[in-house]
């Protein structure tokens, strides 16, 4: 029988965790157990189980607050999600340097900075589990998307680099990949009918995501059920990456 509080007595980190999927993750972490160092930029809605760390990701400062609240908490963390995101859209050959560093800077960097960090943290021996939020754009092109597919492909390099430098040290780094989920930053695709209506005919499963259930396998990779899963990617999309375009004519 599962425990029902798979997390219990942990200290989970949590970046990007003021809206969207990054807040249903905290929440979800919280469920299982975990107290939860939420970190974001944006103010963090007051939970229990949930403490608050305002900074951005990319500075190291909030690094360093994030890793002392945990201890704080009776840490140190041992699991950390990465969730941390910015909005950069334009076409390739228009895209600004600062848009293009900025992406990179707090998608990729910073995950590599906080990683670290947070491993660094660790007793020797302790075991830990990483998980990194990519995307399906990490597979395929989107115009206007360059900097987020690249910044997310990157994130997947790392996510395998993790796994192979930190495995001995009983460190597993993941990825969760999650389809379309509707959320305040995509409001104009699942809220215009037609943009929604093309975007279901691309869902195998006929329907969107939610942030809960992107939040269930994160969990799921961050706790001991998943203690011999290290490296991996596992898409949260109902089957959209597994689908070619021919699909749409049948």
Not at 145 to 172: H, N, S
Request: proline residues 6%; hydrophobic residues 55%.
């Amino acid at each position: 029988m599962n425990h029902p509080h798979p997390l219990a007595d942990r200290v989970a980190i949590v970046t990007g965790a003021a809206q969207g999927i990054g807040a249903a993750v905290a929440a979800e972490l919280t469920a299982r157990g975990a107290r939860v160092v939420a970190v974001d930029l944006a103010p963090v809605a007051a939970a229990a189980g949930i403490t608050p760390v305002h900074g951005d990701v990319a500075d190291p400062g909030t690094v360093r607050a994030a890793l002392a609240t945990a201890e704080a908490l009776g840490g140190p963390a041992t699991v950390l999600v990465q969730a941390a995101f910015t909005d950069t859209r334009a076409p390739l050959d228009d895209l600004a340097d600062d848009a293009w560093d900025a992406m990179l800077g707090t998608v990729l960097t910073a995950a590599r900075r906080f990683d670290a960090a947070f491993v660094r943290a660790l007793p020797a021996g302790t075991p830990a589990s990483i998980v990194h939020l990519a995307s399906p754009h990490a597979f395929g092109a989107v115009p206007g998307f360059a900097a987020y597919a690249a910044a997310k492909a990157g994130l997947l390099a790392l996510t395998r680099a993790a796994a192979v430098e930190w495995g001995r040290r009983g460190v597993r780094c993941n990825a969760v990949a999650p389809g379309f989920v509707p959320v305040e930053r995509n409001r104009q695709v699942w809220t215009d009918p037609e943009l929604s209506a093309a975007m279901l005919r691309a869902a195998p499963l006929g329907r969107f995501g939610t942030a809960a259930e992107v939040a269930r396998a994160v969990a799921f990779l961050a706790g001991d059920e998943a203690s011999f899963v290290n490296g991996a990617c596992l898409a949260v999309d109902g089957g959209m990456t597994a689908m070619l375009p021919e699909a749409l004519l049948r």
